[in-house]
């Protein structure tokens, strides 16, 4: 929460400039900013009237909204226009308010993005999206 206060006052052209310039420290030769195609937005809970924070859980009903959310990174279904935005953090895995939640969607988004930008991962070391078929969470009829 502290740290998304810190830059709740910030507008989303200063995020992105702060975001840029912290992944331009951990990655000096990646130029990342030359492959923005749109005006970045950014999104803060704290000002989401629907963000139930650590406490949002997995509420009864909510599985087929959690499972979409989880498998968000999973996007050769989708339609061209809708593919390309990643989504990360506690708040959309099976764990809210738990770091591993938080990691386990970084690794789906990291994933994501390598398969959106036709990368791949190692025959050897395959990613979350190669086992998908395999080990997604299980899809309930409508």
């Not at 279904?77 to 990691?103: H, K, N, Q, Y």
């Not at 025959?123 to 309930?140: C, K, M, Q, S």
């Amino acid at each position: 929460m502290s740290d998304a206060l810190k830059v709740l006052p910030l507008t989303a052209d200063e995020r992105v400039e702060l975001m840029l310039g912290a992944l331009k420290k951990i990655y000096p030769d990646v130029d990342i900013a030359s492959h923005i195609v749109a005006n970045p937005i950014t999104v803060s809970s704290e000002t989401d009237p629907n963000f139930l924070g650590a406490f949002k859980g997995a509420l009864p009903g909510h599985y087929r909204y959690n499972r979409r959310m989880f498998c968000h990174f999973k996007q050769d279904a989708m339609p061209p226009e809708e593919r390309g935005i990643f989504l990360a953090g506690d708040g959309i895995s099976w764990t809210p308010a738990w770091a591993e939640g938080a990691v386990q969607t970084a690794l789906n988004a990291v994933w994501g993005v390598l398969n959106h930008m036709s990368g791949e991962t190692p025959g050897t070391n395959p990613g979350p999206g190669d086992l998908f078929d395999n080990i997604a969470p299980v899809e309930l009829p409508d």
